[in-house]
């Protein structure tokens, strides 16, 4: 018998059939406006971010090259100068011929160290630096002359290389005169002037300080004939330019136990030789 609780039970299970689903975020009528504006925001910000960093790096970037190159916050005001013993800081300055007045960066270091180096042989080395943000400095070491060759009424100073670097009107003070007496040697023809020239400066660097000192010519005849012209009339027959540790320290063994020797031979350093008193 069908009586109110069977109509109650039925009227249940219809309403129980009905589906109670929640409706999905983002759609259908019942979607607040707000929810539907935020993804789009999300993916507009990124871009409007992108377009002012560009801007603004476009803005600095060009900030920056009008103020390297187009104003005077970094201009060249001064070139200053160091290292210099015989040369003056004038004529590094001419030789280097950086323009005052010119953007700091624009100035090319390498090819002033080329002029530097091409207008004044007596330079072995050169640094050209910024030093920010008006002026460049110009650090040179000079050649040393290790000898000197007298030509036509001056003197031709030679550095440890060999290198004939520059003339001068008297013998520099200390420095041994070189005497090549080459001509006619089978050596000239064989080895070079340069490369006896060489042999030559190698052997009075490497001569002891106090035969250094009492050194006053170094005369090559050939290759294995270089003899030293000391003070008092003293002579040293050196020979070659090779085993030159042995030769100086055979050398001051020899000058130390034949004091009063005028002649000296350490052409072989083995068996060294003294003579005359």
């Known amino acids: ?77 001064r070139v200053s100068v160091s290292g210099t013993e015989v040369l003056t800081e004038e004529q590094v ?28 042989p007596r330079v072995d080395s050169v640094d050209v630096v910024r030093a920010w943000p008006h002026g460049i400095g110009v650090k040179v070491t000079e050649r040393k002359p290790e000898l000197a060759m007298k030509e036509d009424g001056n003197f031709v100073e030679v550095d440890d290389e060999g290198v004939r670097f520059a003339v001068v009107p008297k013998q520099p003070k200390g420095v041994p005169l070189l005497v090549m007496e080459v001509q006619r040697s089978a050596g000239l023809r064989h080895f070079g002037s340069e490369r006896l020239r060489r042999e030559a400066v190698s052997v009075a660097g490497s001569l002891p300080k106090s035969v250094a000192r009492d050194t006053r010519t170094v005369r090559v005849r050939s290759y294995d004939s270089i003899t030293l012209e000391l003070t008092q009339g003293r002579t040293v027959l050196w020979g070659s330019g090779e ?23 350490v052409s072989v350093p083995s068996a060294p030789a003294a003579s005359g008193s």
Do not use: C
């Open 243 to 265: 085993q030159r540790a042995a030769k100086a320290k055979s050398l001051t063994a020899l000058m130390k136990a034949a004091k009063d020797a005028r002649h000296f031979d």
């Open 1 to 77: 018998m069908a009586g109110p609780t069977g109509r109650t039970t039925e009227s249940a299970e219809r309403r129980g059939r009905t589906p109670q689903t929640r409706p999905r975020a983002g759609s259908g009528p019942h979607q607040p406006a707000g929810r539907e504006r935020k993804p789009g925001l999300r993916l507009r910000l990124p871009g409007r971010v992108l377009l002012l960093a560009l801007a603004l790096t476009f803005l600095l970037g060009g900030f920056g090259t009008w103020a390297l190159y187009g104003s005077n916050w970094a201009t060249v005001e």
């Open 93 to 120: 300055r001419a030789a280097a011929r950086i323009p005052l007045g010119a953007p700091l960066l624009s100035v090319d270091r390498a090819a002033a160290e080329r002029r530097l180096r091409g207008a004044l």
